[in-house]
């Protein structure tokens, strides 16, 4: 839920709305009646092993136009790839 509130409220309450973050509000911050900014929860990132990242992406190496795209990019930014 994104909720507006003033440079006032944001500096008089910032406890409840960090307490408000944590619970994955976002907020719209005004000065003078003007949006001036956004406050928004970081989202937690999860770590992805190299192996899991190539088995989700290996379907599109099947893909019918693929080598041809693949050798037409290696021509153009020159091959710098990983152990396949």
């Known amino acids: 839920m994104t909720r507006t509130i003033t440079q006032a409220e944001l500096r008089n309450g ?3 709305v960090m307490d408000a973050l944590e619970a994955g ?9 003007h949006p001036v900014g956004e406050l928004r929860p970081i989202r ?8 899991e ?3 989700r992406f290996a379907r599109f190496a099947a893909a019918g136009a693929a080598a041809e795209e ?8 020159g091959e710098d790839r990983l152990d396949d």
């Open 14 to 16: 910032s406890a409840g």
């Open 70 to 77: 693949r050798a037409e990019i290696d021509a153009v930014f």
């Open 25 to 33: 509000d976002d907020f719209i911050i005004t000065r003078n009646g």
């Open 53 to 55: 990242l190539k088995a």
């Open 44 to 51: 937690a990132q999860r770590d992805v092993a190299t192996a």
